[in-house]
């Protein structure tokens, strides 16, 4: 069970490796958009691999207790909530206006507002 122990190790240092890469790009990124999506992506891949890695592991108390139950609980529940809070946090600075970075090039949410294919949240 060692070959297991070392697999799970490795597999927690690549996903605390995302994890640095993600906060990394929270850093570098020029707008929210950007920063929410990076950190959306990068730490949902670091948090799924980094609990997979203490599945592993934790091999030995599989029999002790229910691990990969729990291991598949939390990363349903990470692959559930990420994506959908970023949206909502995305198109929250969205309709309150926070400005898009001089290098966006693409605004298609604007562009369906403007065809009316989704209406602006007004004030209700």
Do not use: C
């Not at 597999?11 to 929410?36: C, E, T």
Request: proline letters at 3%.
């Amino acid at each position: 069970m060692e070959i297991m122990k070392l697999v799970g190790a490795i597999m927690l240092l690549m996903g605390s490796f995302s994890l640095l890469i993600s906060a990394i790009g929270l850093l570098r990124m020029p707008d929210v958009y950007n920063r929410v999506q990076t950190g959306t992506k990068a730490s949902t891949l670091g948090a799924i691999v980094s609990f997979i890695g203490v599945g592993l592991y934790k091999y030995d108390a599989w029999s002790d207790g229910n691990w990969i139950g729990r291991v598949i609980i939390l990363i349903i529940f990470i692959l559930l909530t990420n994506p959908v809070s970023s949206h909502v946090l995305m198109r929250a600075a969205y309709f309150m206006k926070v400005p898009l970075s001089k290098l966006t090039k693409v605004d298609k949410l604007k562009e369906d507002i403007d065809n009316n294919v989704i209406k602006e949240p007004g004030n209700e």
